[in-house]
């Protein structure tokens, strides 16, 4: 039945329609000048914000497309159950599905001219629903997300870690950063703009954050653009390192007359204080007694003005020096660098309950 500007319905819904899509109790489809398959429920569960928006024109070709789930009192979306198809082409398993919202980053740009997004999901009443709207591809646009990185790429963080993670996007944009663990739970996480168009987040790891699969989803938003991406690498969040501390055997004819903490001593042989460090990454090399373990926490600060005004994690590393004595630590620096940016780095090795003097550095990046 086509619905006409007098249809009771359609006079309604017509203040929200432009920013909410409306699922009624069969198949609707709800497109701003709508055609309703039946009338609107009061207690529909709703879609909103789609991006891109509802008959959007000159949407930019490299868009990610999103929305959020909404729940009226106890009845919400099953997540689980949600597809997502792009021009008919089933996209659920590329797409990013949480109980909230749902993101699509396409591997290439979108093709010029007109694109349709059809969600199909069940509510937790066990209804089937089925929402779609429309967007045209067009020109670029200015808004955009580079790219979305964090410090659990390559090892887990463990309970008492800091997570760190730096959006690079459009300056001056109002950028937001979700952890969504496990496919399902999702924490909100506040970004600040360090420098031009480089966002910092930083969410503390407590029992609440623990994950054995996290995704990193940032939210840029400037004059009505909403962009979505995510980190190209999931992380695990852990109870603890899981680190073992071997027990160090000291022989020798002199070795009754150190003790165990000048036997730990840590020196690192590649840097020393002063120094300069030059790339978006550089390698820590020290000596330390055989087998020991040690540990390495930074912070990088930036200057303006000749004042401090930021401060971020570096670097909270753990490893185990090898029978020689030798350890290596790849520090990364971030991307974009900034110059001139202070490392401040602590060093400490510990064995058989005994730990070393801090050893302490001061780097300044190029």
């Known amino acids: 039945m086509n619905a006409s500007v007098t249809n009771p319905y359609l006079a309604a819904a017509s203040v929200w329609l432009s920013r909410t899509i409306s699922i009624g109790p069969a198949v609707v489809l709800v497109l701003g000048v709508a055609q309703f398959a039946y009338p609107i429920a009061v207690n529909a569960q709703r879609i909103s914000s789609p991006n891109p928006g509802i008959n959007a024109e000159d949407v930019e070709p490299s868009s990610s497309i999103s929305a959020t789930f909404e729940r009226d009192g106890d009845v919400a979306i099953r997540p689980r159950t949600v597809q997502v198809f792009l021009d008919g082409t089933d996209i659920t398993s590329e797409s990013i599905i949480s109980g909230r919202f749902f993101n699509y980053t396409p591997p290439s740009n979108l093709r010029p001219g007109e694109h349709t997004v059809r969600l199909q999901f069940k509510n937790s009443a066990g209804e089937e629903r089925q929402a779609q709207w429309s967007f045209s591809v067009g020109a670029a646009a200015v808004v955009a997300i580079e790219s979305v990185t964090h410090n659990g790429s390559n090892d887990p963080l463990a309970r008492g870690d800091n997570l760190l993670i ?13 952890l969504v663990r496990d496919g399902d739970t999702v924490t909100s996480i506040a970004t600040e703009e360090v420098s031009s168009g480089v966002y910092v987040a930083s969410l503390p790891v407590t029992n609440a954050e623990l994950t054995d699969e996290g ?22 969040l852990i109870a603890s390192g899981g680190n073992t501390v071997e027990v160090v055997t000291l022989s020798g004819t002199n070795s009754g007359n150190n003790s165990a903490s000048d036997t730990l001593q840590l020196r690192v042989t590649s840097h020393q204080s002063g120094d300069r460090v030059s790339g978006s990454s550089f390698e820590l090399v020290g000596r330390t007694a055989p087998n020991a373990t040690v540990d390495v926490v930074g912070v990088a600060s930036n200057s303006l003005g000749g ?22 630590v790849t520090v990364n620096s971030g991307v974009p660098i900034i110059p001139d940016s202070v490392y401040s780095i602590e060093l400490t090795s510990s064995a058989n309950g005994s730990v070393s003097p801090t050893t302490r550095l001061q780097l300044t990046q190029d």
Not at 166 to 178: I, K, M, Q, R, Y
Not at 215 to 236: K, M, S, Y
């Open 307 to 328: 004042f401090i005004s930021t401060q971020r994690e570096l670097v909270s590393r753990r490893v185990q020096a090898d029978a020689s004595g030798a350890f290596r």
């Open 166 to 178: 730096t959006v690079n996007g459009t300056p001056n944009s109002d950028v937001e950063v979700f």
């Open 215 to 236: 995704i990193v989803v940032a939210r840029l938003e400037r004059n009505d653009l909403i962009r979505f991406a995510t980190a190209d690498q999931p992380l695990q």
